[in-house]
């Protein structure tokens, strides 16, 4: 970026960054979870949306990538931390990022079931805005939803895999052959349906009420019949 070739100068700063990420956090006194999870997310969401602006670029040049991708994460840093006087937790934070990663995930999706022709800066463009609308209403149902748990996330999450999975595979079947169309936009359906069926299934955790899933292990009797799962109620 400052057109320097010495190796000495890189492992400096390197060894200066890495002193500043470590004492930077001491001096900020003791952090919760939340917040942690808060400024870590906030520094990667910073460098996805200059990745994202790079992409929309044409051939920037070094200096021209080493500030993006610097600016990028400083400002996705500084707003995590002004944004840890809102004291979030784990969970919360868990959830905005959801909301981000499958909000971009399933609008690439659609566009590409759709069979809209555009072009790379614009496919870049859209994916951004896409990330950072899923990041604002990720953070809008987390604070709605205040009791939501990390693992709560982490499940809901892959309700999602399992689905676009699920969905993509069942396109497959059905038509015979993979083809992107049908495959993407079977793919989009499944993970839509599967976030929202185990969010559904899921939002009573935190209660420890009856709306609770349960694991249930059956061990098997003279090596055979063992039976695991998880029930639920209706």
Known sequence: MLNCDSGEAYFGLALAGGAAGAIIPISLGELTSGERALLNSGTAWGAVNAGLLLAA??????????????????AGLILGASLTALHPTAGQVGLANSGGEWLGVVSTLTITAAGIHASDRDRALAAM????????GGAYLASRWPRVSRAQTL??????????????????????????????????????????????FTRDWSDGSASSLHTYVMPPERGRGGVAGIGFPW
């Open 155 to 200: 499940v809901i999450d892959a309700g999602g895999i399992v689905g676009a999975v699920g969905g993509a595979a069942a396109a497959i079947i059905v038509s015979g052959h993979s083809d992107e169309r049908p495959t993407a936009g079977f793919a989009a359906a499944g993970a839509v349906l599967g976030i929202a069926a185990t969010a559904y």
């Open 57 to 74: 670029m044409s051939d920037p040049d070094e200096q021209t990538f080493g500030l993006t991708l610097i600016g990028g994460q400083g």
């Open 129 to 136: 805005v896409a990330v950072d609308a899923g990041l604002a």
